[in-house]
């Protein structure tokens, strides 16, 4: 076929992405439990038959999956070939980490779309369910030292069958759930938003024909393989070091390096972690593939123009040492996967600092705080309250990092007070901006957050996944850190705080006792000599600034 024509090519752009778009939609519309529908932690796309790699994401999707779905569609097209009975109709499903996950939570629904008897391409589904099952619920058990500590492990098996629901595996996922209804609603959001792609594709492929189709999903790639070349290529040559570290493992309370050199040279990237920390006893680890795909996350913000697709990644080549916590085995523990990919992205911040310091920004707030509090209502049903919660991000050439944001792993959202309040017997005591937080710079971080939860329950339990407890985000082009992370936990001879700082299990709450997060904000970006004393001010009025933070980290005192 000829040249598609750049007119032609827009319009399938657009109308694909609105297909995973639209999916992404479906399941937030349906889903059971907040953090899919309120927080938005799922993802879908369109994925080659062959290899797998990444045709179209949905931009409301989490930009962590883009780079790891690959893996995982590939790892069913892998297992289909050794089975030789792939149908029109059959959906995957799986939740194993190490070829194509992320931690177990993430429930990976896969479906091959079939046009004229033969694969055209895969469809996938990615969700963060409430509950999977291990020790801890939720399923951040921050002193796991194995997977079948955290969840159930399911390698990719049918659960359809030719069209046909395979009630079997159904009623495994239900059992092994401490919210069965949560799973079930989670899991017919999926199925349908698979159906709804399938649809859209049917309609799209008659209109437009199969091959004309094919042609644009290959100059979509091609495309974006030649903005990425450009880009480096923009960059001066050379390499540049950086290094950042993990408060500890959950089991020991040691400091875990994470290192990096980034080379340039001509139109290729080189990202090597030789250096890194070995494999860690508890859940900090991750597989090879969630490596590269927090190494994309981390690309995209710095060239934020470059689109979707797998050809971004053909021109950087990634060192990431074997028997590393940045490629882990089965049966390495690998819940807290969020804290590794922000630590490493706040690596390849600071090495990009040297290199295109009016593109990067400060490190933001760098840890998720994977909060979890469980017990059991007076009734006898069992609950169980997971989210995630809020912090600053870095100071950036456009200006102060953003207050109160989320992770720069992800498009997701902090679920709202009033449904979390909704759903569980808490309530939020306080939920505020918090002072002193950010990291001074010229443009400063954005702030942290304050966030205080009483039990409403008789008693209950609670869980703290976290990190940045010991060593602050840190600022870029001369900017300054900011706050460490901070959790407290209420008991009957007053407050107390973890002994690993940011890591907890098991702490037991009665009614009327709390626990409060005061989350870190965000780094700086260049000298705070040279903010403008008029912003100093604002923030001082607006609270985020205390005068005598001012005076420390500014000089600046009121006229």
Known sequence: ???????????????????????????????????????????????????????????????????????????????????GDLEDGDVYIFNEAYAGGTHFSDMRLVRPYFRDGRVFCYLASVGHWHDVGGNVPGNYNPVATEAFQEAMVIPPVKVMRAGKLNRD??????????????????LNGQLNALDLGVKRLDALLDEYGPDLVKAALDALGDRAETLMRAAISGLPDG??????????????????????????????????????????????????????????????????????????????????????????????????????????????FAAFANAAPDRVNGNAYGTINALSLA??????????????YGGGLGGSPAGDGLNHGNAPISTATIPPVEILEAAYPVMF?????????????????????????????????VFLFGERGKFAPKGVVGGGEAALNRFHYQQDDGWHEPEKVSKTIGVKLVRGQRVRLETPGGGGYGDPAKRDPQAIARDIRLGYLTPEAAARDYGYTPE
């Open 375 to 388: 017990g059991h209502r007076a009734d006898g049903r069992r609950w169980v309250m997971f989210s995630f």
């Open 169 to 186: 595996i159904v009623d495994i996922l239900l059992m092994n759930s401490r919210q069965p209804n949560s799973a079930f609603g989670d």
């Open 429 to 461: 005591t306080e939920w505020a901006l918090r002072p002193d937080s950010a990291g001074p710079g010229q443009a400063r971080g954005g702030v942290g957050a304050v966030y205080e939860i009483e039990l409403l329950e008789q008693d209950a339990q």
């Open 1 to 83: 076929m000829s040249a598609i024509d750049p007119v032609t090519l827009a319009v399938l752009a657009g109308r694909m992405e609105q297909i995973a778009d639209e999916m992404d939609a479906t399941l937030f519309r349906s889903a059971f439990n907040p953090i899919i529908a309120e927080a938005h932690d799922a993802s879908h796309g369109l994925y080659d038959p062959l290899s797998g790699a990444t045709l179209v994401q949905g931009k409301s999707g989490l930009p962590i999956f883009v780079g790891v779905m690959a893996f995982a569609v590939k790892s069913v097209i892998d297992k289909a070939a050794r089975d």
């Open 239 to 348: 390499s540049w070091q950086a290094e950042d570290f993990l408060d500890n493992d959950g089991i020991s309370d040691e400091p875990l390096p994470i290192r990096l050199t980034l080379t340039i040279r001509g139109d290729r990237l080189t990202l090597d972690f030789t250096g890194s920390a070995g494999p860690a006893q508890g859940p900090i680890n991750i597989s090879r593939s969630t490596s590269i795909a927090c190494c994309y996350v981390a690309i995209k913000h710095i060239f934020p123009d470059l689109p979707a697709n797998a050809g971004v990644m053909r021109p950087i080549d990634f060192v990431i040492p074997d028997r590393s916590l940045l490629s882990a085995e089965f049966p390495k523990p690998v819940g807290g996967y969020t804290e590794t990919i922000l630590r490493m992205i706040d690596v390849i």
